[in-house]
């Protein structure tokens, strides 16, 4: 027998609408479910995760999960909620970008063949390539109705007086599409609920619609809660753009540091939505963190959880490294042990200066490097009084006017550390 999914959907806040009836269906035995995803990047990225983590929940309840990958509706363009059209995908970008999807959404789901309810990835494409326009007006178009169409939220938003562009007959047929979509796993799967973001629930209604129809059967609808932070500013984004689950695309020390910056009151929600911690686990956290929230547990938890299962456990401790050389005790190591792009999304926006890996050759003095050569500090005498006050260190270690600075003191083979006190840090780019 199932859990009852949709309790565990509500307690952690990820429950936003459902169609009446379908808990009860849900509770009959294990049932088939699917999430469509668009494929027009190689990577998900945070904003992708409640829908996925909505899907892990629903096979960890017994049932059998999809994941339709829209080849054929990433060449249309959804209308839901944009206010422009996609562009538009070739087939070999549309692979390329389902093979590493899957691969992403390995990490949640169980693709694996032992299994009843194994996971399944399929991409639209393959029954749609073949359907011609006719047999699709023919066969689906009639069955719904152009008023009913014109009902939908997304459709009306973009015909509305504010909507300069209007909207093109590609993107007003995408809903009978992505019906299509919900029929077709129906009748060949024997799917009967599809799960997305509350912007589609007109696009899944739709499907329902069809069933009805055309299969004589019935179709369910699951909505999740469009994610929004406390401050009013986009989830899942920051200013170099969207949060990557391609570590190449956002590194795990950057992932992890988003997650650490949120606001108490966001952890509090994320915490349930984005960890599988138990409720018992999480009412605990919430406990601790609000009697000392200096320490921020419920951050620091929640950062770790999800580091781990996006990326590994080997990652986030890199990302704790990586975080202690700036907040906390760290070693010339620890530096050395940074990859190259962990180390420039660490010092971030730290002031920079090149030189030529030939001045390495002797040796570059400490004047020089701090003053003469870099513009680190304002002038040579500044940088001998402050070599005189000990607080000058090259690579998180302490040094005085004497030392000379050399290729092994190079990270990377390309960088060197300065830092004047705790706080003011200056790259040497070594070319």
């Not at 494929?39 to 998900?44: E, G």
């Not at 944009?82 to 899957?102: V, Y």
């Not at 926006?349 to 040796?363: D, R, T, Y």
Request: net charge negative.
């Amino acid at each position: 027998m199932a859990t009852n999914f949709v309790e565990e959907l509500k307690w952690r806040g990820m429950l936003h609408d459902a169609m009446p009836g379908t808990e009860e269906h849900l509770m009959t035995g294990m049932q088939s479910a699917y999430l469509g995803i668009d494929p027009t990047a190689d990577s998900l990225h945070i904003g992708h995760l409640v829908a996925v983590m909505m899907l892990r929940h629903f096979q960890l309840a017994g049932h059998k999960p999809f994941i339709l990958v829209g080849g054929a509706t990433g060449m249309i363009g959804d209308p839901s909620g944009k206010s422009a059209e996609r562009n538009l995908l070739d087939e070999t970008t549309l692979r390329h970008n389902q093979e590493a999807l899957k691969e992403q959404l390995s990490r949640f789901l169980d693709f694996g063949n032992e299994l009843a309810n194994v996971a399944v990835l399929v991409n639209n494409y393959d029954w749609m390539k073949d359907f011609s326009f006719l047999d699709f007006i023919r066969d689906v178009g009639k069955h719904i109705t152009v008023n009913y169409m014109m009902a939908k939220d997304s459709v009306k938003k973009r015909l509305s007086a504010e909507a300069k562009e209007g909207m093109s007959f590609t993107e007003f047929t995408y809903q009978l599409v992505q019906g299509y979509d919900f029929l077709y796993l129906y009748q060949n799967h024997n799917c009967t609920l599809q799960i997305g973001g509350s912007d589609q629930w007109g696009n899944i209604t739709t499907g329902t619609e069809l069933i009805r129809r055309i299969g004589g059967g019935k179709g369910y609808a699951l909505t999740c809660p469009l994610i929004t932070k406390a401050d009013g500013t986009k989830f899942g984004k920051t200013e170099s753009g969207n949060v990557w689950l391609d570590a190449n695309l956002t590194s795990p020390y950057k992932f992890y540091q988003y997650w650490l910056n949120t606001s108490d009151e966001d952890a509090e929600k994320y915490i349930k939505i984005f960890t599988f911690l138990t409720k018992q686990e999480i009412e605990s956290l919430i406990q601790e963190h609000q009697t000392a929230p200096h320490l921020r547990t419920l951050q620091k938890r929640l950062a770790e959880e999800i580091t781990v299962m996006v990326h590994s456990q080997a990652d986030l401790d890199n990302a704790l490294r990586a975080s202690n050389i700036l907040f906390g005790k760290s070693t010339s190591a620890d530096l050395k042990g940074l990859d190259e792009k962990t180390f420039l999304d660490v010092f971030d926006g730290v002031p920079q200066s090149e030189i030529s890996k030939s001045v390495l050759e002797k040796g570059l003095d400490m004047i020089g490097a701090l003053a003469d050569k870099t513009g680190f500090l304002g002038s040579n005498s500044e940088a001998r009084r402050e070599l005189k006050q000990n607080s000058i260190s090259v690579n998180k270690e302490k040094v005085n006017e004497d030392y000379l600075i050399s290729k092994s003191d190079l990270i990377n083979e390309k960088f060197v550390l300065l830092q004047r006190g705790k706080k003011n840090y200056f790259v040497l780019v070594v070319r």
